[in-house]
């Protein structure tokens, strides 16, 4: 064992101490120097942060009220049902060993290979770069009902004009903030996340003590137009206290329009927005390259974010269910703040969380943009994205990233967007669970994840559901984008890709051959199934082209192997001479298009070398085509 120089398992030895990982490789930007964030602050803030985003305060009364709170709650909990399975998969695939950065594209990418998981790795940055337009959309829609010229109520102060170009320029100001935090470091963002993370734990604790403390009130509601453009009397919801016959009212659903869209809800759209706000169970992977221990962090904190968010989920629903009228959950969807004890406490609550959401859609698709750009599966086009500063932020990928939400807040509205990026999410959280399934039915031996929580029939389960989420909330959005996956799929297929990442697929089709091979039974052969087996033996392969290429036409369907003998002693050599011979006779049969394969012998003569191939090759009742047999 002392003289033992596999470079394998000096990796293993090296990594575990975190010093055999490249400097920009392993560690994602800036190399391990930059994995500074433990789990809390890495993983669980801002995996708590993504998955409220916008949804927990200013969609809690969207979805109770056209829903009602029995079907909201079955979206709840298909929705974690099918965040659940994903976080079983992730954290399988994180704790088999070093994870870099990019995290759920590096993850699929070294599973599915290069074709796959490049596809699926630029729709996950696209869910991320239009999950951050979502949160700011949200953002601007929470301003403008505070400070919007067509605000209502007491604390309205109508100072900024409305419309769909002021919108876009606020949008458009706001992103720059959130860009200039996220150009600057994963350091500066982390920091930032955890005020945050105090900000919305005040508000959202000053919320719940509002129910509690708060007795029944009218609230305003901002005017609407009427059919003719006429105006029409002033609207209240009520906000009623805790009562039994509210709740009763709130039970069942009630699907109307959508004041802020004019469209018809339904079960589908209205799921698609909560599951919007659930899709942020990624952002601590996303910062693999950056996480102290990503292989322990990323699975305990994204299972502590996804409990404590379903907790405050399931507790707002059934608080708003008592206390509030179905017209002020339909047509008042910031009425967190009409309700508080504290207002202004509602609104930093609902602007921090939104910057926090956006934030970390950014950083997340900045992250996962660069890996795609390190790995040079798309060329030039991603080459500005592979720019890093000093100190290992990729500045480059950052100002892409920028650009594309820029044009994604051309859309103008929260609900018009959500469902496109809840279906490019279930994408992604399917191509997730299939890489764990691909791992666990090839039962690859380097796939021994320390997390047992997870088999093949969760794996299974979560790629179903997500497929049939996918279709169920938009079927037009998700055939285009199992479509455009297809397209990006040929695309890096035709221009190929590293091989040395390894491919399930190879694994999968040992295992399978394996089995079939061994349900082969020769004792049940019969002349009616008879197929001939040609064992062609090749001396001199450089005039024996047409040759292959007849024998491969007689073969039928049956086993054709290319044989060839080397003449020499093994035990008077230096090395086997036959091993560095494999690769250029696998060349001849692509060259040749021939399915064959191919059997290297060495032997002091050619007549037992012969003898040899017809017994290794495993010929029964076969052909022996000896020509071209001198060397």
């Not at 209502?152 to 876009?168: D, E, H, K």
């Not at 504290?342 to 996962?368: D, F, K, N």
Request: aromatic share 10%; proline share 5%.
């Amino acid at each position: 064992m002392a003289s033992e120089s596999s470079p394998l398992l000096a990796y293993r030895l090296l990594g575990e101490e975190g010093a055999a990982f490249p400097v920009n490789g392993a560690g994602g930007p800036g190399g391990a120097s930059a994995r500074k964030l433990s789990t809390f602050l890495g993983v669980v803030v801002p995996t708590v942060l993504s998955m409220f985003s916008i949804v927990v305060f200013l969609r809690i009364g969207f979805v109770v009220g056209h829903a009602g709170l029995l079907q909201a709650l079955a979206m709840l909990l298909v929705a974690y049902f099918i965040l659940a399975l994903t976080v079983l998969s992730v954290c399988a695939i994180a704790t088999n060993g070093a994870v870099q950065g990019g995290g759920a594209y590096f993850m699929i990418s070294r599973t599915l290979g290069p074709e796959v998981g490049g596809s699926i790795g630029l729709m996950f940055y696209l869910a991320n770069v239009c999950g951050c337009a979502v949160s700011l959309l949200g953002l601007v829609e929470a301003v403008l009902d505070v400070f919007g010229a067509d605000a209502t109520g007491p604390s309205g102060l109508r100072v900024l004009p409305q419309g769909y170009g002021w919108s876009l320029l606020y949008g458009s100001l706001l992103l720059g903030l959130v860009g200039g935090v996220c150009t600057l470091g994963a350091g500066l963002y982390a920091r930032a996340s955890f005020l945050t993370f105090l900000l919305v734990s005040g508000s959202l604790a000053s919320v719940l003590i509002s129910f509690v403390a708060v007795g029944p009130r009218d609230i305003p509601l901002t005017p609407r137009p009427g059919p003719n453009g006429s105006s029409l009397p002033p609207q209240f919801g009520h906000f009623t206290g805790f009562n039994s016959s509210t709740l009763k009212d709130n039970l069942g659903a009630g699907y109307a329009e959508d004041y802020t869209t004019g469209a018809m809800m339904t079960f589908a759209s209205v799921f698609a927005v909560l599951f919007n706000g659930c899709t942020g169970i990624m952002a601590g992977a996303n910062m693999s390259g950056e996480l102290k221990d990503p292989s322990r962090a990323i699975p305990l904190g994204t299972i502590v974010a996804v409990a404590y968010t379903l907790f405050v989920y399931v507790l707002l629903f059934f608080l708003s269910s008592f206390t509030c009228d179905r017209t002020l959950l339909q047509k008042d969807y910031g009425f967190f703040r009409a309700i508080s004890l504290w207002p202004p406490l509602v609104l930093i609550g609902i602007y921090a969380t939104a910057l926090s959401a956006s934030m970390s859609s950014l950083i997340g698709a900045s992250r996962i943009l660069h890996a795609l750009a390190r790995d040079d599966l798309f060329g030039v086009i991603l080459a500005p994205a592979k720019v890093v500063s000093r100190g290992g932020n990729p500045w480059g990928a950052v100002l892409y990233s920028w650009g594309l939400v820029q044009l994604v807040l051309l859309a103008g509205k929260l609900n018009t967007l959500a469902a496109v990026v809840t279906v490019f999410y279930l994408v992604a959280y399917a191509a997730v669970d299939l890489s764990c399934l691909s791992l666990e039915w090839a039962s690859a031996p380097n796939f021994r994840p320390t997390f047992s929580l997870f088999s093949w029939h969760t794996c299974l389960l979560g790629v179903a559901s997500c497929l049939l989420m996918m279709f169920l909330i938009s079927p037009g959005a998700a055939g285009g984008s199992l479509l455009l996956m297809g397209l990006l799929s040929a695309l890096l297929t035709a221009r190929g890709g590293p091989s040395s990442w390894g491919y399930v697929s190879q694994a999968l089709l040992f295992h399978q051959v394996r089995k079939y091979l061994l349900r082969l039974d020769v004792r049940k052969d019969h002349v009616k199934f008879w197929r001939p087996q040609l064992l062609l033996l090749v001396g001199n392969p450089r005039g024996a082209l047409p040759l292959l290429r007849l024998a491969n036409q007689l073969k039928k369907g049956g086993l054709y192997v290319l044989g060839h003998v080397t003449l020499g002693d093994l035990d008077s050599l230096p090395s086997d001479p036959v091993q560095p011979q494999y690769g250029a006779w696998l060349s001849l049969v692509d060259r040749a298009q021939v399915k064959a394969f191919v059997d290297l012998t060495l032997s002091p003569s050619v007549r037992q070398g012969a003898q040899h191939l017809l017994r290794i090759s495993g010929l029964g009742s076969g052909w022996l085509l000896p020509w071209g047999l001198r060397p």
